[in-house]
């Protein structure tokens, strides 16, 4: 894909499973030398507060990618078990490789996630939500696939995290005993050089402990 191409179809996003599968697979091999060129922030800031919180335990990444926030955990001395989900083959072949992943499985986020209840510490989502467009379902089950006391951190693109009311769910999934939100930060850098160039890309990030 053109670098133009590319950053023209992350911003609309897509809701169709497939689209997003074939997109990736046919990126990954690009996808970590084109998201450093453009300063991509994500990855460390979201491995920093999960460290933050705890050196060791299992950490679930939901939508894995080429494993860059598994790297980032490593590199800041996480030394727990680290898990990996996603849609794209291709992309969990190049994750396998890196070695940061004790486990890495394909999975339609889109569906419950293959995961036992209270099987995790702490569950990531880091940039991926853009293509899950049910917020509360997604994040309800990210929270149910970590024990109490455990953390859930997320981020969302700035725009959609007001179209799609993400400070409602916030508030929701407190209300209801799931979780308690610890920190949101936003609009926070994202990809300050944009989609390959042009205007920076914002989003927000979102700790929360679950119940």
């Known amino acids: 894909m053109a670098p133009e191409d590319i950053g023209s179809w992350l911003h609309q996003g897509t809701a169709d ?4 599968a074939d997109r990736y697979d046919r990126w990954a091999a690009a996808y970590d030398g084109d998201l450093a060129a453009w300063s991509y922030r994500a990855p460390d800031v979201v491995a920093a507060t999960v460290v933050a919180h705890r050196t060791d335990g299992a950490v679930l990444d939901v939508g894995c990618g080429t494993g860059l926030v598994g790297r980032a955990l490593r590199a800041r001395g996480f030394t727990g078990e680290v898990r990996g989900l ?15 992943y004790d486990t890495v499985a394909r999975a339609d986020l889109q569906q ?7 099987s995790a510490d702490a569950v990531v989502c880091v940039g991926v939500m853009t293509y899950l467009p049910d917020v509360e379902a997604t994040w309800r089950e990210l929270a149910r696939v970590v024990r109490p006391g455990g953390l859930v951190v997320v981020t969302q693109r700035a725009d959609l995290w007001e179209e799609r009311d993400c400070p ?9 005993g799931v979780w308690t939100p610890l920190d949101v930060t936003g609009p926070a ?3 300050p050089e944009g989609y390959g160039g042009g205007e920076a890309v914002d989003c927000y990030y979102l700790t929360a402990r679950v119940r």
């Open 86 to 100: 996603d849609i794209s083959a291709a992309s969990l072949a190049v994750a396998s490789e890196i070695g940061a």
């Open 189 to 191: 850098p994202y990809l």
């Open 168 to 176: 409602a769910v916030v508030g929701t999934l407190e209300a209801d």
């Open 17 to 20: 499973p497939r689209e997003v």
């Open 112 to 118: 419950p996630l293959p995961v036992d209840d209270d």
